[in-house]
């Protein structure tokens, strides 16, 4: 089961502001009246529809949307009920709800039920990013076309990017319960800008008896900053163990830690020479398997 959290692009959208300059504008450039092929062309603010923010948006010199491994935006990631917020969303609203490091943190709030552009839209405020940002979260997203509004230093965005937060913005959540997901984010692969639009998809986190884990390559960025390595945990069915995969470099490894006796094996399904395996989870265990380790827990 997919959930599509990603807002629909055409002409009649909602956009930020309900600026005109930030509808997408669609162009029939042939069709079969004149051609045998139909044929269109977009033009689109790269800040419109589902997208995700880098830090050159808002830092000078900040990093570009190629810098952001993809690694990062094919992730675990929780979804927070927030819809009781009326105005925005402070540190007081993420206190003990269960958020930890690594985490990919997607915020539902009543945004998600508005179909036109309000200008009261649900934020996250400056004490909410800060929170955040102590939290070492991997990545933000919400359901809004701006994590922040009316903040002239534009705090909520630079505390994050500071953080090495990834920014995913315009997200609709409307139909996702509370809960743990995978989350795909891929944005296009644009080249040296500050923001790129992404299809964005969760799939329930629980709904199969395996987890699989696989390393994705990086390659041809090498003359662009990149973030630095950042560590993603998977959370296994019951939390009872996780797997860590450092990303990038794609020699990283993945490492898989157990942290209560699982009564199961581990099995590298698809792994580089002399790495198949099948391990006893023990407690305290771990395992280690390059980054293109394709495996699953069993027995669980
Ligand atoms: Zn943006």
Redesign the pocket.
């Known amino acids: 089961m997919l959930y599509d959290i990603s807002m629909a692009i055409h002409p009649g959208m909602s956009v930020y502001k309900n600026k005109a300059e930030k509808k997408p504008e669609l162009t029939v450039r042939q069709d079969f009246s004149q051609s045998s092929t139909y044929e269109s062309s977009l033009h689109l603010d ?2 419109t529809g589902t ?1 995700i ?1 880098a830090p050159l ?1 808002m830092l000078q010199g900040g990093a570009r949307i190629e810098s952001i491994p993809l690694a990062r935006l094919l992730t675990p990631c929780k979804v927070f009920d927030l819809t009781q917020a009326k105005d925005k969303i402070t540190a007081a609203d993420l206190q003990g709800i269960g958020i930890t490091p690594g985490d990919f943190v997607l915020l539902k709030t009543r945004n998600s039920w508005a179909e036109e552009f309000d200008p009261e839209f649900v934020y996250l405020d400056q004490s909410g990013a800060a929170f955040l940002a102590a939290q070492k979260i991997s990545g933000v997203g919400i359901d809004a ?2 994590i922040e509004r009316a903040q002239p230093e534009h705090e909520t965005h630079k505390l994050l990017f500071q953080a090495e937060v990834i ?1 995913l ?1 315009g997200l609709r959540l409307k139909d996702v319960p509370e809960g743990r997901y995978m989350l795909f984010a891929l944005p296009l692969k644009l080249q040296g800008v500050e ?1 790129a639009p992404v299809r964005a998809v969760l799939m329930p986190s629980n709904s199969g008896r395996h987890l699989e884990s696989q390393g994705v390559s990086h390659s041809s960025q090498k003359n662009t900053p990149r973030m630095p390595p950042r560590t993603t945990n998977i959370t296994l069915r019951r939390k009872k163990a996780r797997i860590e995969a450092a990303t990038p470099p794609a020699t990283a490894e993945v490492v898989l830690l157990v942290e209560e006796r699982i009564p199961g094996t581990i099995r590298a399904l698809r792994a580089p020479k002399g790495m198949n395996c099948k391990k006893r989870l023990k407690k305290g265990g771990k395992f280690t398997f390059p980054s293109r380790t394709m495996g699953s827990i069993r027995g669980i």
């Open positions: 790269l800040h997208h923010d948006h076309l701006g920014i913005e923001a």
